[in-house]
Structure formats: C-alpha cells, structure tokens
C-alpha cells in the first residue's frame, strides 16, 4: 500500500466517525494527535459535525480547540525531549525535515507569530509544535498563540456553519487554504500599521 492509499484510508476513516455516536470522543483524540503526529486535519469531522449539529456548534469548536491546544503540548514535548529519537523520523516521513530546518532558523525573531499563523493556516502545525519545543520556545508564549490561533480557526467555521450552512461548508472546503493565508496577511497587516502609527 501506497503513502496516499493509507493516507486516503485514514481519511476515510475519520470521517465515517464523524457520524459515530461517539464522535466528540473521537473529534477530541484527532484534534490533539494531528497537533503532534496525525497527517488528518480535524476540520474533516468538525465539519459534518457542526453541519450535523448546528446547535452544539461552540461545544464542538471548543473540543476541538482544547484537544489541539493539549495535542500541541506533546509536539512541544517531543520535539523538546526527543527530536533525534522521535521528532526527527516522524519529520523525515512525512517529508518535513526540510521545511523544518527553514522554520527552525525563523524561530528567534518570529517565533509566537510562526506558532499563531501554522495554527490558522492548512500549514501542517506538528511542524510548529514539535519545532517549538526543539527551539524551546516561551511556554507561555507558545500557549497564547495555539489558543487564540486555534480557537480563532475553529469557531470561526463553527461560525460560518451554524450561520450559512451547507452552502458554507462547500465555500470552505474549496478555498480554505487561501482564506486562511488571506486572514492571516490581513491580520499582519493589521499589526504593523498600528505599530508603524
């Protein structure tokens, strides 16, 4: 089996529990295992879900934005306590230890700003988590950024959901990669013109 078939296969099989009588369970366990290891995103079962439960739409943003927030404490972990036994060959199999040595280099000028924009964006945030902690990265910092970055991502399509529906759904699933790059520059932006005035 192929690197994508098993990939595919694990998305499959993500979203068949979205429906799942114990999908926030499993919402939980996919949000805090993608911050760290999980190639699947958790917006595959957010998604269904909220669309599924418009009413519990902020219950089901803020387990997800918990999970990946304590999922995002182990990528530090791993990456402060075990890079060479662990974080390194996770790196080299998902094909990321390229762009981690680029971050890595990042990390002293713009590091708060590397977490918050890796947590909005389609960037693969155990990169970011697990850098941080090879870096050893402000804590507290680190924490603030995941918070508000996830926090700011997840009910921000909780949002939309529970607001536009499924016309919505479609809308995200299309240009999610490019409305959260769009997001983030805006809010850069944002920043540097109060800093400049």
Request: glycine share 8%; with cysteine.
């Amino acid at each position: 089996m192929s690197f994508s078939q098993m990939v595919r296969q694990i998305y499959d099989s993500v979203i068949h529990l979205s429906s799942s009588k114990h999908a926030l369970f499993w919402l939980f366990v996919i949000s805090f295992v993608e911050s760290s290891f999980f190639p699947i995103p958790p917006d595959i079962m957010l998604i269904p879900m909220i669309l599924a439960m418009p009413n519990k739409a902020w219950r089901i943003a803020g387990v997800c934005t918990l999970a990946s927030v304590f999922g995002a404490y182990l990528g530090y972990a791993i990456g402060y306590y075990f890079f060479e036994l662990i974080a390194q060959p996770l790196l080299e199999f998902y094909g990321y230890l390229q762009k981690f040595n680029e971050f890595k280099q990042l990390y002293d000028t713009w590091g708060a700003w590397i977490v918050f924009g890796a947590g909005i964006t389609p960037f693969p945030y155990k990169i970011i988590t697990i850098a941080s902690g090879v870096v050893q990265l402000n804590l507290a910092v680190f924490t603030v950024a995941s918070i508000i970055a996830r926090g700011l991502r997840f009910f921000l399509i909780a949002w939309l959901l529970k607001t536009y529906g499924e016309k919505m759904r479609l809308f995200i699933e299309k240009n999610l990669g490019w409305l959260s790059v769009l997001f983030l520059v805006l809010l850069i932006g944002g920043f540097l013109l109060i800093k400049l005035f």
